[in-house]
């Protein structure tokens, strides 16, 4: 898993906005939990990227952080969508459908020429 | 605008760690409880559920680790932490920082203070507006290259010329001053208006020269140096408006130059170099070379000239321009050419050959500091293999073992560096003590910005240079084999020794290089001063004298002064004979010419002192043939010449010479007879002995002389009775320097003696070093071998065995380094000749001589850890596995 690290970072950091936006504030393990939900568990995430990774998001100032109360009254680091991190999230999800579709495109293309 | 935001909270985050730290970790374990609380809802045991979240976690100091890395900049905090990791290996080994901070603050404090001179002399631009559109003229003419040029080329230049924005020529002699105290030998310079414009020259008080006071009937003005200012005005306002006379001519004095300033002039001594007296330069462009010049003498007015080029205007078009006006000056059936060189390089092209020589054998000696360190650097690390071992199994890859040992390389060099500076702040004042008369200083030579930021760069470079090597071996060590190995175990690997074998071979090899470099200077040193001159120069006194021609205008004046001069010093106690010369040996110049033969059509190149009759006997140069001079032959009597044993030679090899006449270019145009031959006189040390042709004193005048005499005891003692004397005969008339002949030869020798104490001094510095580096890896080997040679004595092996299996092997790499030296210094072999006389660069004595010495140091070297080894007691050896 740690090998894919790398090709995960981009994507992580849109999924991780993603699920601030759908779920609102919420601590790490959720969000780990919630991404490897909605994957179906075909993902795992890693823990020494997740963490890193949100604070790199915090440190762009994209979602904002504060001690909070879990469901079973545990303390934890909740995160929240900032009003940047929304639109980070609407540019980025674009860009994303766009590199998707291109790529879906050609992958199509390819198919049907060979 | 968002990375941007981010480095900034990022950097922020270098502080207020301890906090982000501990939340961090209440952050991780809510992470841990929630997990494992899902584990126990979903059924799980607790202990289950905390082994299955602890699993899903990973390492929770990997964890922390990435977040740290990147909460703040991992660089800085890495680099921080580097650094008090080192300073704490640095305190904790006291012996091993102060051996590698010394050897390397003698390699780079060496180094700094060579490069300060260098810096100085040669990469420093002049101190001069524009300085690097100056050029000098020269003269390219068919027996080579002149330095000067004649006041009529010099004012067609300065009339003409179009590629220059300013020109302004310089010369000088020596003068006597009189008025407003003794009188006195000086410098005295005279220079163009322009030429003081063109070294930006600003006054302490009063003003420069005019352009018109340039012209000869001007009125007589002159500006004095800071340091007879001092001397003679007190250094005061009133200074302006004095008088002071110049060989006899009055100048009325206009302004004072600041403290330092001086002309710089390859051709000139030191001494030479400091102005006390300038005037304008009031020529005559249409009179002779020869004239009677503004300083009161007569002389051969030779300028040398110096030029700004206009903006965009290149050397080449300028050199073509000043050359077509030089050519219809040219006489017929001559050639002469101007060549333009750069000022500075003008300057400093006398040193600088031996300072790049000088600056690369300290670099050898800087590399070999770095070698030397390197090797300590590997045997700690095979101490600190362990370590090493261990903080890669902690997490630390490789780059950061690397990162972390490189610092620390780097934190020792800063520190030798550092080291260095102090030593060269002192060394560089050593160094121009040393070089002074070779060196045409313009500028102060001291410690600035540029030179610090040299030492820097060297410090750093070289601790990255020693550093690498072992920081790769030994970051690059197979963990499992470490862990396991224990401490003390065994022999390392070959590989390791193979480098460090390699380091002491190439230590061995620049140390042997620098060596035989000094070897051969030592060499040509001692026979040089070893070269016979001729003439016996112990307990010789000598004494230059200018007569100034308004004083003395006629012939007959200047003899006769000379003749009562001769006569008291011969009257001085202590003095046994006493005569005059106008071309002394090591005297610092001599003229020569050509001499005709009755009935051959070649000439012979001779220069042609005039002596009195005592001069050989004062002397000690014997006479082979015929007479010397006597008192007879003075003014009226038949002119005759003596000739040298050259001269007698050349010009009538085979032959007996006496009663044969000859006419030299200076004399009249008479023939002469030859009445006597003498021995030949070597006029320095580096001179071939010329052909020479003696007059008689009294039978032609000289405006200038050398007063020699030969005492019974120490001649420099006699010297203030001597100035006492000549006082008596004309107070206005003092001599320049009263020195003795010994002196004399010590400073016609110094330049060289300074060459090779210099470079003696690196090659003892590279031999001190290369021992160090023999003695710290033999006994290290012997260190790791303790086992080995334990076995070896409980199985009945001798001392001398022993002794021979260390002392083998180390001596093995010293004969290797000295084969590779060898061929190194034979690679280098052109390099060294153009610092060495009389010899040649291979001279296999001086060899053979630097590879005993190698053997013999490296055989010191590797005894002591020998008879180290042969202490061991067998069972102690053995126990300790």
Redesign the interface.
């Known amino acids: 898993m740690p090998e894919k690290a790398d090709v995960w970072q981009g994507t992580l950091a849109l999924m991780v906005l993603k699920t601030l936006e759908v779920i609102g504030p919420l601590h790490g393990y959720g969000i780990a939990r919630r991404i490897e939900q909605t994957s179906g568990d075909l993902l795992s995430v890693n823990y020494g990227t997740l963490y890193p990774a949100l604070l790199k998001l915090e440190q762009e100032g994209y979602i904002s952080a504060e001690w909070g109360l879990s469901d079973n009254n545990r303390k934890a680091r909740f995160y929240r969508l900032t009003a940047a991190g929304r639109k980070q999230l609407v540019k980025q999800a674009r860009e994303w459908e766009q590199t998707t579709s291109i790529l879906d495109r050609f992958l199509s293309a390819a198919k049907g020429t060979s | 605008m968002?990375?941007m935001?981010?480095w900034f909270?990022?950097l922020l985050?270098l502080f207020a760690r301890e906090r982000r730290e501990q939340?961090?970790s209440?952050?991780?374990e809510?992470?841990l409880?929630?997990?494992i609380?899902?584990g126990i809802r979903a059924g799980l045991s607790p202990g289950e559920a905390r082994r299955q979240a602890r699993i899903?976690?990973?390492g929770v100091e990997?964890?922390k680790e990435?977040?740290r890395?990147?909460?703040g900049v991992p660089v800085i905090e890495t680099m921080a932490q580097d650094l008090s990791y080192g300073f704490r290996t640095m305190r904790r080994s006291p012996g091993f920082t102060a051996a590698a901070v010394l050897t390397l603050g003698l390699g780079i404090g060496a180094t700094t203070a060579v490069f300060t001179v260098v810096y100085a002399v040669l990469l420093r631009p002049l101190p001069y507006p524009q300085a690097d559109r100056l050029v000098y003229i020269k003269e390219n003419l068919a027996s080579g290259l002149n330095f000067f040029s004649t006041p009529r080329e010099y004012a067609a230049w300065q009339k003409q010329s179009q590629t220059m924005s300013q020109l302004g020529a310089y010369m000088w002699s020596r003068a006597t001053l009189t008025g407003a105290g003794p009188a006195e030998r000086v410098i005295c310079g005279a220079v163009t208006a322009s030429f003081l414009e063109l070294l930006g020259a600003q006054p302490v008080i009063g003003r420069v020269f005019r352009p018109e006071e340039e012209r000869a009937g001007g009125e007589s003005v002159a500006l004095i140096s800071y340091s007879l200012w001092k001397r003679r005005f007190g250094g005061g306002a009133a200074a302006l408006g004095r008088t002071l006379a110049v060989d006899g001519k009055n100048y009325t004095v206009i302004g004072v130059l600041p403290a330092g300033f001086r002309v710089p002039d390859r051709y000139s001594s030191l001494k030479e170099r400091d102005y006390d007296v300038w005037v304008p330069f009031g020529f005559n462009p249409d009179a002779p070379v020869a004239q009677r010049n503004v300083i009161g003498t007569t002389a051969f007015v030779l300028l040398r000239a110096v030029g700004r080029m206009k903006p965009g205007i290149g050397r080449a078009t300028a050199q073509a321009e000043l050359d077509t006006i030089l050519q219809p000056l040219v006489r017929k059936g001559r050639t002469k050419h101007v060549v333009l060189v750069d000022w500075h390089d003008e300057i400093s092209g006398g040193v600088r050959q031996s300072l790049i020589f000088f600056l690369a054998a300290i670099g050898f000696v800087l590399l070999i500091a770095c070698v030397n360190v390197a090797n300590l650097l590997l045997s700690r690390a095979a101490a600190r293999e362990r370590e090493i071992a261990v903080r890669r199994a902690l997490g630390a890859g490789r780059p950061r073992i690397l990162r972390q040992l490189l610092t620390e390389s780097v934190l020792l060099a800063v520190a030798g560096g550092a080291a260095g500076l102090a030593l060269a702040y002192w060394g560089k004042d050593l160094l121009v003590a040393f070089l002074s008369r070779n060196l045409p200083v313009v500028q102060p030579i001291r410690l600035d910005l540029r030179v610090l930021g040299f030492t820097l760069g060297v410090a750093l470079v070289t601790g990255l240079a020693f550093g690498l090597a072992p920081a790769l071996q030994s970051s690059g060590v197979r963990l499992m084999d470490s862990l396991k190995e224990s401490a003390r175990s065994g022999v390392a690997g070959p590989s390791r020794y193979g480098l460090r074998n390699l380091l002491v071979v190439a230590e061995v090899a620049l140390a042997m290089m620098v060596l035989i470099g000094a070897g051969l200077l030592f060499k040509s040193f001692l026979l040089m001063r070893g070269e016979k001159m001729g003439f016996q120069a112990d307990h010789l006194l000598t004494a230059s004298l200018h007569l100034a021609e308004s004083n003395y205008p006629t012939p007959r004046d200047q003899s006769r002064f000379f003749q009562r001069a001769v006569e008291e010093i011969r009257g001085v106690p202590g003095v046994q004979w006493a005569g005059a010369v106008d071309d002394l040996p090591l005297g610092g110049f001599s003229f020569g010419g050509s001499a005709e033969i009755e009935g051959r059509a070649e000439s012979v190149d001779v220069h042609a002192p005039a002596i009195t009759p005592d001069y050989f006997r004062v002397m000690n140069i014997p006479l082979i043939a015929g007479r010397g001079f006597m008192d007879a032959d003075r003014d009226g009597a038949p002119e005759v010449v003596l000739v040298n044993q050259s001269f007698a030679r050349r010009a009538f090899p085979g032959e007996n010479c006496l009663g044969k006449r000859i006419k030299s270019w200076n004399h009249k145009g008479e023939w002469l007879s030859i009445v006597g031959v003498v021995g030949d006189v070597r006029g320095g040390a580096e001179e071939e002995v010329k052909p020479e042709m003696y007059f008689s004193y009294l039978q032609s005048g000289r405006s200038f002389m050398y007063l020699v005499a030969r005492t019974a005891g120490d001649p420099a003692g006699l010297a203030a009775a001597v100035r006492i004397r000549l006082a008596a005969v004309d107070k206005d008339q003092p001599p320049d320097d009263v020195m003795s002949m010994e002196q004399l030869q010590a400073d016609d020798l110094a330049p060289r003696k300074a060459h090779m104490l210099l470079l003696v001094s690196f090659a003892a510095l590279g031999l001190v070093l290369g021992a160090i580096g023999i003695y710290g890896v033999v006994s290290y080997s012997v260190s790791r071998r303790l086992h080995e040679i334990g076995v070896r004595i409980a199985l009945g092996a001798h001392r001398g065995d022993v002794v021979s299996l260390v002392v083998g092997r180390g001596l093995l790499l010293v004969l290797l380094g000295e084969l590779a030296g060898v061929a190194g210094a034979l690679a280098l072999n052109r390099v060294i000749a153009t610092m060495v006389f009389h010899i040649t660069t291979t001279d296999p004595l001086t060899y053979a001589g630097v590879a005993l010495v190698w053997m013999l140091v490296g055989l010191a070297a590797c005894y002591v850890p020998a008879r180290r080894a042969t202490r061991i007691d067998p069972m102690a050896a053995l126990r300790c596995e």
């Open positions: 968002r990375p935001r981010a909270v990022r985050g939340e961090f209440a952050e991780l809510a992470h409880q929630m997990h609380d899902d899903r976690l990973g990997q964890v990435s977040y890395d990147r909460r």
